[in-house]
């Protein structure tokens, strides 16, 4: 395995022991009444339009970013998720790297979603210099060579500006044509950013600008969120977050949710205990968005999303 391996277990080995993980965590049917709800799984997971992008995703998507576990990425795929979200700055680009191992040989059914940073030296308030420019684009474009050297692809199906910031930057000439020479190569297929803060405003933004095709915003029950990893507390008006994704959904433009637990539990509609399966179902229902990145680090992670289809 090329950057990654590990020597105690084969290819082959993971196919066979991620069967056996499957069958563990009860995905995999045991009588007619499991096998029934299993088929309604199977259906609720049918890939559909991400927007005007002419990809399709499956409702849920899988949030690579924190695991390096193999099993489970091999659990994920036969689950039946298409959605791969992953970048160069998780786990010091190995999650890359071993996403694109355990996507080898099925590589045309799943949908990889990948990042780039702006990352543009000065005091954000005054114009960068073209020198400033040429540089932050020439490290785009490394970046983007690097993911797809990373994962042994020649395209990647997204490719997100990862936490923008700024409206205008994001914007910028520069980066527009970085983005419009990458689809024209055949390098990525579908373009945009995910936002972590100001994001009802960077989607205001972006629905003015119409240059994107795909945003990837916090979107829970709950209406904030703490960083798991740097304990930043984000907040925002759902009222109007929900309204500038609808017209966003209206327009064509792709959709996807992140942050999706991190909300915390939620309780079911019916009454009872809150967990993280109704804090899922919660934005399913809601049809606000056209997929959901679901950050999972174990095997109970992975069931408590499938099950949320239910």
């Known amino acids: 395995m090329a950057g990654y391996k590990d020597p105690f277990m084969s290819r082959k080995e993971f196919l066979k022991k991620t069967s056996a993980a499957v069958m563990g965590m009860g995905l995999a049917a045991r009588n007619p009444s499991e096998s029934n709800a299993s088929e309604s799984k199977t259906a609720a997971l049918t890939p559909k339009p ?62 990889v979603q990948s990042k780039l940073q702006l990352d543009i030296r000065g005091d954000g308030k005054s114009e960068p210099s073209s020198a400033e420019i040429s540089r932050m684009t020439g490290a785009m474009a490394k970046s983007l060579e690097g993911s797809l050297k990373a994962m042994r692809t020649d395209y990647i199906d997204i490719m997100l500006i990862h936490n923008a910031t700024s409206p205008t930057l994001s914007h910028h000439e520069a980066v527009r044509e970085f983005f419009t020479a990458a689809k024209k190569s055949g390098k990525i297929r579908a373009h945009g950013f995910s936002a972590h803060t100001n994001h009802v405003e960077m989607l205001a933004a972006a629905m003015k600008a119409k240059f994107y095709d795909v945003i990837m915003v916090p979107y829970n029950h709950k209406g904030s969120y703490v960083h798991s990893n740097s304990g930043r507390f984000s907040a925002w008006d759902q009222s109007a977050l929900e309204n500038e994704m609808k017209t966003a959904m209206d327009s064509g433009m792709g959709l996807i949710a992140m942050k999706t637990c991190s909300g915390g539990p939620c309780p079911p509609q019916e009454g009872g205990k809150p967990d993280f399966e109704h804090a899922l179902r919660w934005i399913l229902r809601r049809n606000k968005v056209h997929g959901l990145a679901v950050a999972m680090g174990n095997f109970q992670q992975l069931k408590e999303a499938l099950n949320a289809l239910a």
Do not use: H, K, Q
């Open 50 to 111: 991400l927007g005007r992008t002419g990809i399709r995703i499956t409702p849920i998507g899988f949030g690579a970013t924190r695991t390096m576990e193999p099993l489970l990425m091999l659990a994920v795929l036969d689950a039946g998720i298409n959605l791969f979200d992953t970048g160069p700055s998780y786990f010091g680009g190995r999650n890359e790297i071993l996403v694109g191992e355990i996507i080898s040989g099925r590589r045309a059914n799943v949908v």
